[in-house]
């Protein structure tokens, strides 16, 4: 099974459509009618849909964090800094994500782009 990726707002809409050119299963939160959910929540909606979340906004690192030390499960995350990859390295990275790992081996992991 494919990991299946949930993109919060500070996303380049061209990631999704690189990555689903690709066919990488990609969900952005405006599509999802969540692009006003504070990152916890936001954090919170990936893991009810299953899906690992990317983001370039680093305030989720510090929710991350927060519930790692809690013991607190969450689906994981992928940060990439907006100034440090560019769309072609985050398109090649997370389509190696999607296609070569398993949903679980995410569940609590933060990671950081590039690989």
């Known amino acids: 099974m494919s990991v299946r990726l949930y993109f919060d707002v500070q996303v380049r809409r061209a990631v999704a459509d690189g990555l ?12 999802d ?5 504070e990152d916890p929540e936001l954090l919170d ?6 899906r690992l979340l990317f983001t370039q906004d680093k305030d989720l690192l510090r929710e ?13 995350i992928i940060f990439a800094h907006q100034r440090y990859v560019n769309i072609i390295k985050c398109i090649t990275d997370l389509e190696i994500i999607a296609k070569d ?5 995410w569940i609590g992991r933060v990671e950081h782009l590039p690989l």
């Open 33 to 37: 009618g969540a692009a006003e959910l």
């Open 101 to 105: 790992s398993e949903p679980d081996e």
């Open 20 to 31: 689903r050119l690709r066919g990488v299963d990609v969900l952005r939160a405006q599509e």
């Open 64 to 76: 991350a964090a927060k519930r790692q030390r809690a013991g607190e499960h969450f689906s994981g």
């Open 45 to 50: 909606r990936a893991g009810e849909l299953g």
